[in-house]
């Protein structure tokens, strides 16, 4: 089959790789019928997340239909059509029973790698190095999902891929964030990064009864999008002073929560590797102020910092003094996508909304390697990609 | 030392030693000793104590080396009992053990695979066994390599899983016997046994152990 296998920094190739097969007894294979590029795809192309190994395939937003199931898989058929989280979950464990998906016990099973980092491990993803499982990932002809009778979602036939091919990751993501600002209403939230996750938290914040967003971007096309969602007014951060423009839009008062949507990448597998990396997070933050100081910063007194963007290491100048003497809650962490699939999916057929906005492109997977660069370097107004691999 | 992390296989063989618990536990649950849950509770140290063997007097205190490690599995003790007790199952989470064999009343007979696939065996008794609760054993008298240990079922809180518990405590003699017994404990034997433990709990919770060999990759 073809998948895009990554070879190093700044090389992606697509390339003809075996046909994946069932592993275990709880798998089932998928013929990938549409696969997105994910923004953090871009870290894995740009060489900082640790342990990647040449020839590993990436993805992990994909969706398609059931060719093949394991012994022990139950739930699915071949033929049905589903959507894949990207977060690998058993189902069984104290966490995937509280609803914590992202938080598996047993489905990564590099998990003494991440222990090593942070204590305990949280589940495994598909194509995103081996610390988080080392599975091939969906941009590809075919992929093995392993557990298929926890994660998969059946899809009905009246929607089209592009409409339901974000539960995978994107809509759930930014949906949660918003979820985790506890929207009153009356509420503000202040969103930094109007990417695909950052767009999807926009319109999710209104959804879930936001009086207005805030979304704070400098790159003119993701800006217009996001003005399109409803009562959303955009913010340059390159051209003006953005906690006086947040304050001025809040009666003073600070933004009633703030979603980080752009994260930060402090990668390495030393401490001495950490400490660079932050070194090079402060240069850049010296040209723009890091979101997330800024987000803490501007957030109103008992406000909520929420935080979908990614963060892998350490934060250097963390200003906890700002949170804490604001006495702000902070929320975080990898999507429990299984949670929100059914919810979600419920929202797209009532037509709330069509997660599809987001699309700019639309590539055969012989492009991939391409659109990578072309999203990475948001060339020819390019928000989000999507790849047909058949 | 070599790293542990570079020789996955390690552990494998080396929970083979923890896993000598399932010994002729069916015939030992006939035979219970009224001091034995006293005993296995209050660690492999004192169970060697109270044993007739050189494999008491060179585990002896606190000598050899110990580990002690604990995970909560969200099965029922019944359950995880029943895999311990069941010799053909193990080699599902000890990959690396090359065989187990029952050769009599309460004895086994295990071959691990050491270095260069050089075979490492031993003998081992089962001295305890509550159903449900606890297995407790240890290597016999003469044996290459001096080994004991424990593991207990405690119920939890519901919702909250049953918390296994394993002791282990070993020695490995001088000589090439003792440096193939090094080899497959690493220089971090806790990490050993956590990884067997990682692969009980996985198998135990969802059915099967998480992998990806045998995945695509490209060139």
């Known amino acids: 089959m073809k998948a895009l296998v990554w070879h190093g920094t700044n090389d992606v190739r697509v390339e003809k790789v075996p046909d994946p097969q069932i592993l275990n007894p709880r798998d089932a294979i998928i013929k990938v019928t549409s696969t997105a590029i994910c923004g953090s795809d871009l870290h894995l192309l740009d060489g900082f997340i640790p342990t990647m190994k040449s020839g590993d395939i990436l993805g992990h937003e994909f969706m398609g239909e059931v060719v093949e199931v394991g012994k022990a898989s139950h739930k699915l058929k071949v033929g049905d059509r589903v959507v894949v989280p990207f977060t690998i979950a058993c189902g069984s464990c104290f966490y995937c029973q509280r609803e914590l998906w992202s938080l598996c016990d047993n489905s990564n099973p590099n998990a003494k790698m991440v222990e090593a980092l942070y204590g305990y491990s949280g589940s495994a993803l598909f194509g995103y190095s081996h610390m988080y499982g ?20 059946k899809v009905p036939d009246h929607l089209a891929d592009e409409q339901v091919l974000f539960l995978t990751d994107i809509f759930p993501t930014g949906y949660m964030a918003a979820e985790n600002c506890n929207i009153q209403p009356g509420d503000i939230v202040a969103v930094w990064g109007c990417g695909p996750v950052g767009q999807m938290a926009i ?42 423009r947040l304050k001025q839009l809040t009666a003073g008062r600070g933004p009633d929560s703030c979603i980080e949507a752009v994260g930060l990448e402090a990668h390495g597998s030393t401490l001495d590797a ?117 | ?62 000598r050899g080396t110990i580990v002690e490690e604990s995970a909560a599995i969200n099965r029922s003790p019944a359950d995880l009992y029943e895999f311990w007790r069941t010799l053909d199952l193990l080699p599902l989470v000890m990959p690396e053990l090359h065989s187990v064999e029952q050769v009599g009343h309460r004895r086994s007979h295990w071959i691990a695979k050491g270095p260069a696939r050089w075979p490492i065996e031993w003998y081992a008794d089962i001295i305890n066994d509550i159903p449900n609760e606890m297995i407790a054993w240890r290597t016999i008298e003469g044996s290459q390599v001096a080994c ?36 497959l404990f690493g220089d971090e034997p806790s990490q050993v046994i956590r990884e067997g433990l990682r692969r009980f709990k996985q198998l135990m919770e969802t059915g099967e152990i998480p992998t990806t060999d045998g995945q695509p990759r490209g060139k």
């Open chain 1, 274 to 390: 950490y400490y660079d990396r932050a070194k090079t997070a402060t240069f850049l933050a010296t040209d723009r102020p890091t979101a997330l100081r800024q987000a803490i910063h501007a957030c109103r007194k008992g406000g909520t910092v929420s935080i979908p963007g990614v963060y892998g290491g350490f934060l250097d100048k963390m200003p906890i003094g700002a949170a804490f003497g604001k006495g702000l809650t902070f929320k975080m962490g990898q999507t429990h996508v299984m949670k929100y699939l059914r919810p979600l999916l419920d929202r797209i057929e009532a037509g709330q909304i069509d997660p599809s906005f987001v699309i700019t492109h639309r590539l055969p997977i012989d492009e991939a390697a391409e659109a990578y660069k072309l999203f990475r370097d948001s060339k020819d107004e390019c928000i989000k990609v999507v790849l047909k691999p058949h």
């Open chain 2, 1 to 62: 030392m070599e790293h542990v992390m570079e020789h996955p296989e390690r552990w494998a063989a080396a929970l083979g030693g923890a896993a000598l618990v399932v010994l002729g536990a069916k015939k030992l649950s006939d035979e219970r000793h009224p001091l034995g849950a006293l005993l296995a509770t209050t660690g492999a140290g004192l169970i060697l104590r109270s044993t007739r063997s050189d494999t008491r007097a060179r585990l002896s205190g606190r």
């Open chain 1, 203 to 244: 319109a999710s914040a209104l959804m879930l009864g936001a009086e207005k967003v805030l979304a704070i971007d400098c790159v003119p096309a993701r800006m217009r999008m996001a003005a399109q969602l409803g009562a959303v007014e955009t913010i340059n951060f390159e051209e003006e002073d953005v906690f006086d």
């Open chain 2, 148 to 183: 004991a240990g424990s593991v207990h079922f405690e119920p939890g809180l519901p919702g909250r899983g049953t918390t296994v518990h394993i002791k282990l405590q070993y020695d490995p003699p001088a000589g090439k016997v003792g440096s193939a017994v090094a080899w």
């Open chain 1, 134 to 153: 080392g599975y091939a990932g969906g941009q590809a002809q075919y992929a093995r999902v392993p557990y298929a009778d926890v994660g998969p979602m």
